[in-house]
């Protein structure tokens, strides 16, 4: 693996920090932003590619508004050998209503994502699952995603940012057709794909692709396009943290999701209905990062936080690809 210094300049942070939320951001809003020329950010863009910095780009889909329920499925195994544990992870990489899949160091083991169209199709995912694999299941658990707050990745840059994108809500039915899933599904994999490349994928015009996705866009449907980087790639881990509350009042909760929001080192935050009151991510450096985190949460919410357990992101097989046709 190359070294960090060699794969990644300042000028390079600034870039990933300015694609992410924003994708599909052109060459020349890039060039505006970072105050350099369209040729530099293009070469760049592709060294950061060829060197697996960024592994991606995809549509941020607000599950909500597509009359989806976002359940998140958390695992503690034992005996769960090298052999089984490959079977597991290929069996959900696979299986189509499972759209993100993570393994974790720490509390817990696993964690994957199923969105349903109602509780009884999540019953029959969460049981088929547990019925090929749950005799290796020490511990099992899911809640009901409400809320998911969408970060930029100020950590590349060190700096507060309170911009975020927020998925959730209440739920929506709309009359989707084939071509809006189609798209949907293709820019959950190739959220920078160039308007004539997916007008030529579909057989149609880049206006019609165009008007398609402004729609979607404007429906709420796609929350925005996001980047995907190697943080291992470039020396940090990413930490789940998982909050029990002593006061779980709106007003108390608003007041840590602002200081969540703003934190220099915050990714993502969750709220659910389930076993933890709220839950956040972050990059670090070193562990020293997480605990210099937490002793400023201590410090401003001295009575709130009863207590919180922890997971470090060991590898994500499968993030954000759903199958919608």
Not at 38 to 56: A, F
Not at 149 to 156: A, G, S, T, V
Not at 189 to 217: C, V
Request: with cysteine.
């Amino acid at each position: 693996m190359p070294k960090v210094k060699n794969i990644i300049t300042n000028k390079d942070r600034e870039i990933l920090f300015h694609l992410s939320l924003d994708a599909r951001a052109s060459l020349k809003e890039l060039s505006k932003k970072t105050r350099l020329s369209k040729e530099v950010i293009h070469y760049r863009l592709k060294n950061l590619e060829k060197s697996g910095v960024i592994e991606g780009y995809y549509a941020v889909i607000n599950t909500y508004k597509i009359g989806r329920t976002f359940y998140r499925v958390y695992l503690k195994t034992m005996n769960m050998t090298t052999s089984i544990e490959k079977q597991f992870l290929k069996y959900l990489k696979n299986h189509p209503k499972v759209t993100w899949v993570v393994e974790v160091d720490g509390d817990l083991d696993f964690l994957y994502v199923v969105w349903s169209k109602d509780i009884t199709e999540f019953e029959e995912v969460y049981n088929e699952i547990n019925d090929r694999f749950g005799k290796y299941f020490e511990k099992k658990f899911f809640s009901v995603m409400t809320n998911v707050y969408y970060f930029k990745y100020k950590y590349l840059i060190g700096k507060a940012d309170s911009t975020y994108k927020l998925t959730g809500g209440k739920i929506v039915y709309p009359k989707l057709d084939e071509l809006d899933l189609k798209l949907l599904t293709l820019l959950s994999n190739e959220g920078r794909l160039p308007l004539t490349k997916i007008a030529e994928n579909f057989k149609t015009n880049a206006k019609i692709i165009y008007r398609r996705m402004k729609k979607l866009e404007k429906d709420g449907i796609i929350t925005c396009y996001n980047v995907k980087v190697n943080h291992k790639l470039l020396g940090y881990t990413q930490r789940k943290v998982m909050l029990n509350l002593n006061n779980t009042s709106i007003e108390s909760i608003n007041e840590l999701v602002s200081f969540i929001i703003s934190h220099k080192s915050t990714i993502y935050i969750t709220k659910a209905i389930g076993q933890y009151d709220l839950e956040f991510e972050m990059m670090e450096k070193s562990h020293e990062d997480f605990h210099l985190l937490l002793k400023e949460l201590k410090n401003k919410f001295p009575s709130l936080i009863r207590e919180y357990f922890t997971v470090i992101f060991y590898e994500e097989p499968k993030v954000g690809q759903p199958a919608f046709i």
